[in-house]
């Protein structure tokens, strides 16, 4: 996805709502908008936004002399995530259709964001996503299944810390044996972020979700919010290149991955308008999306 | 008051909503924002927030070559209110207060905002305002009636074109040998900005909702969307000065005249959430506040 004149506001706005959240020193949170507003200029409408949100948040992180200024935040959702786990997993096993309400609850958990500024609340999204069963405004929950019985192999690109538990979920469920119901297991490698950007996961965030026993971790190379391909790293691309079957989560990894033209799922909740107009939908709406299959 | 952090994404959100009125070229509306952007690092924060909208509408201003790019726009809501003006007047005429009547349509009139960064719907807020009686979050009215008997004169500062034709039907309540009900008039001074700032009156747009028959128009001498004392002319602030009751319409002269010393009668509908922090009010909230009084 491009950049639009829109997101030039926005990338202000995110600055100083993710500063905000970092330190309560307003003259250190206007010197940095001071330096994101002369980076306006330098962005260039046919990029991608999560390009643009690389170099802010790389700004906000080297202005506050923080090199993971969201660790905590992360920490703290990892653990509710984990703490919510045995019920969510109880979703599973009482639901019709494991997998589908695996894809819901991986769409719920993608609402713990601090890019997207905005308040939330993750109780009442798995509530109203899962118990309310809440439509799809995009639903290619067949095709899914579809590439997802053809595939040996999964990719699944990771988004934000606390999500990962939710996307664990997923994964379990796309790899039967893992979970003691027998079947073929499908080797799955999630992607994560090689430097901490906003709340995106890192390898050690995947971790602290249980990622690694379910799931080889690799990092993407990239320090963006979103898997921008130039910035990733070769053993990423390789790896990207060859898979058959491809689930992205969230908006940074769509806005980089939506012109590509490598067989994608994008599970997503829409939480931003431009998004929203850019892929056809509303705002707040949920979404599983496959392009190039 | 102040500017606020939350005001500096704001400023180029504002110039891109007011850009896109005014032109569909996209790369000419990102000059403009690249423009802004490097204006940030020069807005003081306790500046007040109409005198950097006084740079930004005047750099766009330049930018696109226009004198007065909301020329028509002024000259258009200016007839939609002079149409509504013998309804409006029925409406006094039939009401039970006539001045609280007369406020409260100045209030509804002062939706007419351009530089609000929202839409709006002028007969829907005349509806809510004066026919479902919205309640004032803060309503010193009494104390208005009060000062009101006592002064021999008006200052009153305008705000945007179109809201002007509102503005007129409040003068002539305060004046009433003007509608023909006896007593004394008032002298009036009505305050226009100096330039064209936004949607924002000057002499002529003040001319054409016919203020020129029930009171003296002066230009403050500013070109800022406020009157920003330290860009009025002598004339103005000489009459400011010796102002014994004093009216100031919208969020522009509430931003600029919010910590003077002067007895300010502040008349506005709140369309910001940064405005309604700085006065302990809600978006959305209608205001008629005496400060020094």
């Known amino acids: 996805m491009r950049t639009y004149l829109d997101c030039i506001p926005c990338f202000l706005k995110q600055a100083l709502w993710a500063s905000r959240i970092i330190t309560n020193d307003e003259k250190k949170i206007k010197e940095i908008l001071d ?18 949100g690389r170099l802010v948040y790389k700004k ?19 653990k509710i995530a984990l703490k919510l786990y045995p019920f969510l997993k109880k979703e599973i096993e009482e639901s019709k259709d494991r997998l589908l309400t695996a894809i819901r609850l991986s769409i719920a958990g993608n609402v713990i964001d601090f890019g997207a500024d905005r308040e939330f609340e993750l109780e009442k999204e798995i509530y109203e996503i899962l118990k309310k069963e809440k439509k799809f405004a995009i639903c290619d929950y067949n095709k899914f299944k579809e590439h997802l019985a053809s595939t040996d192999e999964i990719l699944y690109i990771g988004d934000n810390a606390g999500e990962t538990v939710f996307d664990r979920i997923l994964i379990e ?8 119901k027998g079947g073929v297991n499908k080797p799955t490698t999630f992607v994560v972020r090689e430097k901490p950007v906003i709340n995106d996961a890192t ?52 806005e980089a991955l939506s012109e590509e033209k490598r067989p994608i799922f994008f599970l997503l909740k829409i939480k931003c308008p431009v998004i929203a107009k850019d892929i056809g939908l509303k705002d707040g709406d949920i979404v599983l999306k496959g392009i190039n299959i």
Chains 1, 2 share one sequence.
Do not use: C, W
């Not at 469920?173 to 003691?180: F, G, K, S, T």
């Not at 320090?223 to 898979?243: C, I, Q």
């Open 35 to 52: 330096e994101i507003g002369m980076m306006v200029k330098d962005i260039p409408l046919n990029s991608s936004p999560p390009e643009t």
């Open 60 to 78: 906000i992180r080297e202005m506050l002399g923080v090199p993971d200024p969201f660790k905590k935040i992360k920490e703290k959702y990892t």
């Open 173 to 180: 469920e796309m790899n039967p044996a893992l979970v003691h």
């Open 203 to 254: 390898r050690e965030d995947a971790v602290e979700a249980g990622l690694s026993q379910v799931a080889t971790i690799l990092s993407s190379g990239t320090d963006a919010p979103g898997v921008v391909l130039k910035t990733t790293n070769k053993e990423f691309r390789k790896v990207y290149n060859n898979a058959k079957f491809i689930i992205s989560k969230g908006q940074g990894n769509y």
